[in-house]
């Protein structure tokens, strides 16, 4: 099956370092990208949609110079938390889908990466 | 855009009974619809789906049904197992690698032993 990995799984920074998340599909290339945020016991709240050599499209209230997205290559999206904050301390997920113009399948979840922010 | 409420959003169920999820969705749009397993500190993983043309699916004991006409679906777990217990999470989407999903709220379930 499809595999989407996350690196790192957990970090701790301090406040105002800027940290970089990878996601990453292993056995498969993924035109799209989704970058997700979870907190505590609530649900998954989309950040940002990544599509490969263009510009992320952000949700409303989505801060596009608070959270870089890269998407420069098939199987690499990352996402950057400039000058991270306590406030930013949550879970991020990223997921792709086999995408191309099929259009056929499913997307994939990766592992996540819990930020915390002293 | 796209509302998929979620109920309940905590369940216990005795090991070995049934536990069942119901969701429901707004965009008559939507097509397909992921159910999705929650573990802690993990991310969600696919259990089942089932797309708009289909009114029912099962994989061993968990299944899902849908009626589009109401916009409700539901997941069903049969002979609950330890294991069972997670957070689960309905979605709607369009079947589509590059489309958005929207979740639901999340059930916890937990398993009585």
């Known amino acids: 099956g499809a595999v989407v990995s996350q690196h790192p799984s957990r970090v701790i920074c301090k406040s105002g370092t800027s940290v970089k998340i990878e996601c990453r599909s292993l056995?498969?290339?993924?035109?799209?990208m989704f970058w997700y945020r979870q907190f505590p016991k609530q649900s998954l709240m989309l950040m940002a949609t990544?599509?490969?050599?263009?510009?992320?499209?952000?949700e409303q209230g989505v801060e596009k110079d608070k959270f870089l997205i890269n998407h420069a290559s098939l199987t690499l999206s990352t996402l950057t938390v400039a000058s991270a904050h306590p406030e930013d301390s949550s879970f991020y997920i990223c997921?792709?889908?086999?995408?191309?113009?099929?259009?056929?399948?499913?997307?994939?979840f990766g592992p996540g990466t819990r930020l915390t922010v002293l | 855009g796209e509302n998929v409420e979620q109920h309940p959003s905590t369940l216990s169920v005795q090991e070995g009974d049934s536990a069942v999820i119901k969701c429901t969705y707004s965009?008559?749009?939507?097509?397909?619809f992921p159910w999705y397993k929650q573990e802690l500190g993990k991310g969600p993983q696919l259990i089942i789906d089932?797309?708009?043309?289909?009114g029912e699916k099962k994989d061993q004991r968990i299944a899902v049904t849908l009626n589009k006409t109401a916009k409700h679906f539901s997941l069903h777990i049969t002979e609950t197992q330890p294991e069972d217990s997670a957070v689960y999470f309905c979605?709607?989407?369009?079947?589509?690698?590059?489309?958005?999903?929207?979740f639901g709220s999340g059930t916890r379930l937990s398993i009585r032993p």
């Open positions: 997921s792709a889908g086999l995408g191309g113009g099929a259009r056929t399948d499913t997307q994939y």
């Open positions: 056995d498969f290339q993924a035109t799209t």
């Open positions: 990544s599509n490969e050599g263009s510009k992320a499209t952000y």
């Open positions: 965009d008559s749009a939507s097509n397909y």
């Open positions: 089932i797309r708009s043309n289909v």
């Open positions: 979605a709607a989407t369009l079947y589509s690698s590059a489309s958005k999903i929207i």
